[in-house]
T-cell receptor, first 110, second 112 residues
Framework: EDQVTQSPEALRLQEGESSSLNCSYT??????LFWYRQDPGKGPEFLFT???AGEEKEKERLKATLTKKESFLHITAPKPEDSATYLC???????????FGTGTRLQVTL | DAMVIQNPRYQVTQFGKPVTLSCSQT?????MYWYQQKSSQAPKLLFH???????NEADTPDNFQSRRPNTSFCFLDIRSPGLGDAAMYLC???????????FGDGTRLSIL
């Protein structure tokens, strides 16, 4: 059974304090790893797709990387507006199914 | 501009009273999905349509049904809601399977 584990569950940073969120996965045949941001009471917002080990994607203060066993979401000099839950999901096999992790709840304070 | 629109945003129903949630999309995507998300949990896929082909997850209760009358609309029917069905229900779309999914803002369902 495909499994996705995210750590830490919660992270509190001061503005400007860079850090990384981890997503480790155990799957049979990765077809894509997705990062989403979810604000309270909203649906997940798509951030990145990574397909193969060594791939990297960047968007503003966020950078996602992928190895054969895990992905990292690096946040550089975060701002309070980066506060949200960050979800990682994997797509495997021939199905359209995304298996999500339970997310990392990030809070950035002034 | 909202691309995946869910109505209503909040729905309250009584125990055992059927309820329908709706989702529409302006992206003309082939695939539409319904997820259930409970507090502090990961979204859980209930079923999806690839065009008109319906795909049910093995562990989705029979109480949950879905309809997709055309490309733009998809409905989630809960025939006899129980207290355990209180959750956020998320609709998502993708152009093709395995491509990024785009989510609506969800319908929060409460059961009295």
């Amino acid at each position: 059974e495909d499994q996705v584990t995210q750590s830490p569950e919660a992270l509190r940073l001061q503005e400007g304090e860079s850090s990384s969120l981890n997503c480790s996965y155990t799957v049979s045949g990765l077809r894509g790893l997705f990062w989403y941001r979810q604000d309270p009471g909203k649906g997940p917002e798509f951030l990145f797709t990574l397909y193969s080990a060594g791939e990297e994607k960047e968007k503003e203060r966020l950078k996602a990387t992928l190895t054969k066993k895990e992905s990292f979401l690096h946040i550089t000099a975060p701002k309070p507006e980066d506060s949200a839950t960050y979800l990682c999901a994997v797509n495997t096999g021939t199905a359209s199914k995304l298996t999500f992790g339970t997310g990392t709840r990030l809070q950035v304070t002034l | 501009d909202a691309m995946v629109i869910q109505n209503p945003r909040y729905q309250v129903t009584q125990f055992g009273k059927p309820v329908t949630l709706s989702c529409s999309q302006t992206l003309n995507h082939n695939v539409m999905y319904w997820y259930q998300q409970k507090s502090s949990q990961a979204p859980k896929l209930l079923f999806h349509y690839y065009d008109k082909d319906f795909n049910n997850e093995a562990d989705t209760p029979d109480n949950f049904q879905s309809r997709r009358p055309n490309t733009s609309f998809c409905f989630l029917d809960i025939r006899s809601p129980g207290l355990g069905d209180a959750a956020m229900y998320l609709c998502a779309t993708s152009r093709e399977p395995q491509q990024p999914q785009h989510f609506g803002d969800g319908t929060r369902l409460s059961i009295l």
